[in-house]
């Protein structure tokens, strides 16, 4: 089938990637330096497919490093999960994001010059789609940002743009997520952030689990049905497979594909609590507080164009996400 060399494939959304390609027979080979991922998700990576992973831990900017996983493997495409992604942190240490998340995308876009690889899959996200655009985001609308985590993704969209202008048979698929949650229907993985979740998803799993006392609901007066942020959550799992279409495509075409991948539909902050409510079978606590400075009230995709170029749909409803964001909190109560 091939071979895929998936950066930041110990992290939530690459572990469930990788069990994806290696459920399809792809060869996986990771790179992650486990700054925010441990690798025990590796191992229960194989633990799910009963398949091997070859995983390095090493930076993506050691560029010794990256080179000499090309060398070693003869690398079809790259995912590219690897970046830091905390919008407060970013703000915070701006230099950080820009070294890791532009630098590190810099050296491996040499690695893959240098070993004459010319397809990767990149991790973008809705946060290209800035405070202005109206919903449902459309991929040609005009991309900005409003923190230094979205302006690494709206300038690696516009690195991997220009790479695919000025040589031609190069591929690149920028893949706009929404809002990602829920896990691996086994309970094995998920998503495990360090210290307290600055997320919807994990903070209510946390409360829902008792490590955490209560929700916090950033805004009740935003215009929207009950008032509180719409967002287009999806199920990670439909994420992961949007990646193995996304691969085919780039195997297929050359250029530059920006595709979202959402479902479509919006949820509210307070229909999201209550489907979780009834997902763990107990009351979630929490409190109306002041909106969180740089949110907006809706974002939710235009899902057409995955459906068109890639065949993929969202498939997984609000209640399974809840369900099996659930069995992996219970089975998992101190992370991974
Ligand atoms: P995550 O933090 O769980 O995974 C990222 C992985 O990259 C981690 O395992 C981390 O250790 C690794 N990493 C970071 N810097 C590295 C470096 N220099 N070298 C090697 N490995 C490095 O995050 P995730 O939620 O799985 O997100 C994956 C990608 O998707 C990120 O690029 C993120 O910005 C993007 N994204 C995530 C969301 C979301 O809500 N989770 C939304 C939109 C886009
Ligand atoms: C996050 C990212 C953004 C990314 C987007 C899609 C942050 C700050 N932003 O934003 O860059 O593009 O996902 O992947 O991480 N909420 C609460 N209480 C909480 C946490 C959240 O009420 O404790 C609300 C928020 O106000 C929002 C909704 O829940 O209305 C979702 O929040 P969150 O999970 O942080 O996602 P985004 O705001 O969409």
Not at 151 to 180: G, W
Not at 193 to 215: D, E, F, H, S, T
Not at 229 to 240: E, K, P, T
Request: with cysteine; proline share 4%.
């Amino acid at each position: 089938m091939g071979k895929i060399l998936v950066t930041g494939g110990a992290g939530f959304i690459g572990s469930h990637t990788c069990v994806e390609f290696l459920e399809r027979g792809y060869e996986v080979v990771v790179l992650d330096n486990l700054s925010n991922s441990k690798e025990e998700s590796i191992r229960r990576i194989e633990q799910i497919t009963g398949k091997h992973v070859k995983f390095y831990r090493a930076d993506m900017r050691d560029a010794a490093a990256v080179r000499a996983i090309f060398k070693a493997h003869p690398i079809d495409a790259v995912v590219h999960f690897a970046g830091l992604k905390a919008v407060g942190e970013s703000v915070e240490k701006p230099l950080a994001y820009y070294e890791n998340n532009l630098n590190g995308t810099f050296v491996l876009l040499n690695a893959m010059h240098e070993a004459g690889c010319k397809r990767i899959v990149f991790s973008s996200s809705a946060t290209v789609y800035g405070m202005h655009n109206p919903v449902p985001y459309v991929e040609n609308m005009p991309t900005s940002a409003t923190n230094p985590y979205g302006y690494t993704k709206v300038m690696i969209e516009q690195m991997l743009q220009d790479i695919c202008h000025a040589q031609p048979d190069f591929s690149a698929v920028a893949l706009r997520y929404f809002n990602p949650i829920g896990a691996h229907k086994s309970g094995l993985i998920g998503e495990d952030p360090n210290g307290i979740p600055n997320n919807l998803l994990p903070y209510i799993g946390q409360v829902a689990v008792g490590k955490l006392q209560q929700l916090s609901v950033f805004g009740d007066d935003y215009d929207t049905p009950d008032g509180t942020g719409v967002r287009d959550y999806i199920h990670v799992v439909d994420l992961a497979k949007g990646h193995v279409c996304a691969i085919a495509y780039a195997m297929a075409h050359e250029g530059f594909m920006p595709i979202n991948l959402g479902t479509g539909n919006g949820v509210s902050v307070l229909e999201m609590v209550h489907a979780y409510e009834k997902a763990c079978g107990h009351a979630i606590s929490y409190r109306i507080a002041p909106r969180r400075a740089g949110d907006i009230a809706t974002s939710y995709a235009d899902a057409s164009r995955a459906k068109e170029l890639l065949g993929w749909e969202a498939q997984e409803t609000l209640e399974t996400m809840c369900e099996d964001s659930w069995r992996f909190m219970q089975q998992n109560p101190n992370g991974l």
